[in-house]
């Protein structure tokens, strides 16, 4: 049975060893750490998987922020990883909609902004962010992959802008 709770301490190596499984690269986990490193990673949305004492599934939130007629903070939804042997059974959509729902209880943003595959995404109410006034942080990102969802908060003549990537995205070359 699979069980969604806050990351702790803890689970970061075990993190760390899942996005490197999950991606087959290690730039999601170096990331992972930059964001944790600079303080940016909010522990009350960033949520793990587990499976008995096995760490399956991962969802990290961080802050960035957007610039506009006024300059707000947003959370960006990256990385989101399931182990290979675990993907298909909807853990990631249990991770992201336990974390959104936090995420609106809470109150804290306007709006959460993610950068991947909008066929996947959007079954969660994600939606194309330029649609809404929304800047893309980098052009070398595809317009339709960078994608919003908004909150209770959100105010679409307010909550626009250029969207701002945080120094750990330019240190790694993702910006």
Do not use: K
């Amino acid at each position: 049975m699979v069980t969604i709770r806050r990351e702790r301490p803890s689970d970061v190596a075990a993190v760390d060893a899942l996005l490197r499984r999950a991606f087959d690269d290690d730039l999601p986990a170096r990331l992972a750490r930059a964001l944790r490193a600079a303080g940016l990673v909010d522990p009350r949305f960033t949520c793990v998987a587990t499976d008995r004492e096995d760490l399956v599934g991962q969802v990290m939130f961080s802050w960035l922020t957007v610039h506009g007629e006024t300059t707000f903070d947003a959370l960006n939804l990256t990385p989101l990883a399931v182990a290979p042997a675990r993907q298909g059974e909807g853990i990631a959509r249990v991770l992201v909609e336990h974390a959104l729902d936090a995420i609106e209880v809470e109150r804290c943003t306007p709006l959460v902004v993610i950068e991947g595959d909008p066929r996947h995404y959007a079954r969660y109410g994600f939606r194309r962010a330029s649609d809404a006034g929304l800047e893309r942080p980098s052009p070398r990102i595809p317009d339709p992959a960078f994608q919003f969802i908004p909150t209770s908060g959100y105010d679409a003549q307010v909550h626009r802008g250029a969207v701002a990537y945080p120094q750990p995205f330019h240190d790694l070359g993702l910006v």
